[in-house]
């Protein structure tokens, strides 16, 4: 198994800090995200790109919300827009459309950083 099918791993840090916070709907877009990215990979990145891509905005939406109701809190925000800027850099300059390449299992270590700071950010106001 390679690197971007295992790095889906990296989603059960926040998924495990979501349902810890009883931020459930986090929580379930979380894990349709990690079930679906992973899927995506083992079927070799031939099917689930919908379900995929939609769990990702999913969770994104989700984040924006957490960063909302957090207060746009100027460190948190800070970190998810460095991360957000890192994670970018990594998907459309390094990986360069290999999503089963190791920069593309660096992309899910950013991705799930960046969620567990929206998550973070809602749990200290």
Known sequence: M???TWSNLFYLAPLFAAGYYGLWW???ATLALFIF???FHLSHEQRFVLADIFAAVVAIISGLWLLYFGGFQIFYTMAVGILVLIGLYVRYGLERGDRGGMYHGLWHL???S???TCILSNITT
Do not use: E, Q, R
Request: glycine share 0%; charged share 0%.
């Open 2 to 4: 390679n690197f971007a």
């Open 26 to 28: 986090v929580a379930a």
């Open 37 to 39: 990215s992973l899927a």
């Open 110 to 112: 950013v991705a799930a």
């Open 114 to 116: 960046a969620i567990l």
